[in-house]
């Protein structure tokens, strides 16, 4: 099967349809991710970024292997726009940067910077800056919108502009070729195995970008990327366990790399699945706050993509472990800066370079990521994407009236999801709600499983603002 390529598709003013050439047999067509995003891809729009990737690649590509002190520069400018920006537009910043006494322009050096008050998804979410940004944007300027509850449980929209969405696509291509160690071609397909299709299927028609459901069997996974022979593959790692139970190499179907996102896994399961499938596979840290935070090398190193966020490790520990804050450099419009997302780590202080040749500092270690697996039956566990799934297309909806949510389970045969509501007033009983308890038992393929929804008012906050998403009480592992 070939599959027909229309790289000027630019000329008739449409999009390429990247769905319709990848439905390359009957059984494939149910699980594609279409784009359904508010903004719509336009030729124009892809164009846009085809022609800014063409013309920026290059120093994109360059900054990996910068002098540091350079970066430095580079970067301070930055942080001095963004912060003096976020003063003058966003006044949940401007009251919290007043109060601690900082006027625009008081940030001259990192260490000005440094002092700044960091801030959370909770006070973000508290001080209804997304609600504000949305009201003041609407009909201005195109507003890019995802929805996450990460891995705090805790749902909130982020707001991107046309500008942070186009460096978005091409820091995220950039990545794959870091991962790949080569320049991506633009006829290189990119194949993803996620909850949602990407903004862009193609750049005008070029670099291909195709999403399918993380429920596709895998036999018909493995028929397809022999038939779409995409070079690149992006995975949550709990599909890839999956698929390597099927024992069958990807490099004969021409993939080159497989990329992971979105859950914790460690350095052995993925040099596993290396073997198995006979390419690289390696990991990606990111949130849908920052996008990418860090990149696996092909050394195994964790590097920060110090162009696209700025990363302090506050507070470290006598052992170096610290809440990882960070700051995007690419969001302008809703601004991060200095942001905890509850995530600890250690970066690596020795100053060594990585044999990759990336000048980009590094992560030596993390902690306390992983989360809980929910038990299915006294031997086996319920994959954590298909939980995430189910999650990412009820509780994370707004119309859930869901504002944020945990899975507890406390017993074999009962699961709990707590839930803080939105409007308390409207109650927990919506449709969203009960696709969300209809679907988590269809989840346990060996233990019967009820499903009850406590509303409450407050969740607990902890020392490190992390919680987890899915937590197994000693009581169920009866
Ligand atoms: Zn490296």
């Not at 784009?35 to 719509?40: E, I, K, S």
């Not at 590509?61 to 580079?74: C, G, I, K, N, Y």
């Not at 028929?223 to 992006?234: A, D, F, Q």
């Not at 690419?330 to 991060?336: A, K, R, S, V």
Request: charged content about 25%; glycine content about 6%.
């Amino acid at each position: 099967m070939t599959l027909s390529s229309s790289p000027r598709a630019f000329d008739h003013a449409v999009v390429r349809d990247v769905e319709a050439e990848a439905t390359t047999n009957a059984r494939i067509g149910p699980y594609l991710r279409r784009n359904d995003r508010a903004v719509r891809e336009t030729p124009q729009a892809q164009l846009r970024l085809l022609r800014r990737w063409e013309r920026d690649r290059d120093r994109l590509r360059s900054r990996v292997r910068a002098d540091p002190e350079q970066l430095a520069d580079w970067r301070l400018e930055r942080l001095r726009a963004l912060v003096d920006s976020a003063y003058a537009t966003v006044p949940f910043y401007r009251d919290l940067y007043r109060a601690a006494g900082f006027e625009p322009g008081a940030v001259v050096t990192m260490a000005d910077f440094e002092q700044l008050p960091t801030v959370s998804k909770k006070t973000l979410v508290d001080a209804g800056v997304g609600d504000r940004l949305r009201a003041e944007h609407e009909g201005i300027r195109t507003l890019h919108t995802a929805r996450t509850s990460g891995s705090s449980g805790l749902n909130m929209t982020v707001y991107q502009d046309n500008a942070s969405v186009d460096f978005r696509v091409m820091v995220n291509l950039r990545h794959c070729e870091l991962l790949l160690g080569s320049e991506m071609r633009p006829e290189d397909w990119r194949y993803s195995i996620y909850f949602a299709a990407e903004r862009f299927s193609s750049l005008a028609g070029s670099y291909p970008f195709l999403t399918i459901s993380q429920d596709t069997p895998t036999d018909l996974v493995l028929r397809h990327l022999s038939e779409v022979r995409p070079r690149v593959v992006l995975s949550f790692p709990s599909y890839l366990q999956r698929l390597a139970a099927e024992g069958v190499a990807l490099d004969r179907f021409g993939v080159e790399l497989i990329s992971t996102n979105s859950e914790r896994s460690t350095v052995q399961e993925r040099r596993h699945y290396s073997e198995v499938f006979g390419v690289p596979v390696l990991d990606e840290y990111s949130s849908e706050e920052m996008t990418l935070i860090a990149y696996e090398c092909p050394q195994r190193r964790y590097h920060l993509v110090e162009d696209n966020s700025y990363v302090e490790v506050a507070r470290p520990d006598d052992q170096g472990f610290g809440p990882l804050v960070s700051t995007s450099l690419g969001n302008f419009l809703m601004p991060f800066i200095r942001y905890d997302q509850g995530d600890v780590v250690r970066l690596d202080t020795t100053g060594a370079r990585c044999g990759c040749g990336s000048t980009f500092r590094m992560i030596d270690a993390f902690r306390g990521r992983e989360d809980e697996a929910l038990l299915d039956g006294p031997n086996r566990t319920v994959p954590s994407d298909a939980v995430l799934g189910l999650c990412d297309s009820t509780l994370v909806v707004v119309d859930s009236n869901v504002q944020q949510y945990q899975i507890v389970q406390t017993a074999p045969d009962l699961v709990t999801v707590l839930v803080r509501l939105i409007d308390p007033a409207r109650g927990s009983d919506n449709p969203r709600v009960r696709e969300f308890t209809d679907g988590m038992p269809k989840l346990f393929r060996h233990q019967r499983m009820r499903v009850e929804v406590v509303e409450v008012d407050e969740f607990p906050t902890f020392v490190s603002g992390k919680r987890r998403l899915v937590n197994v009480e000693p009581g169920a592992r009866a």
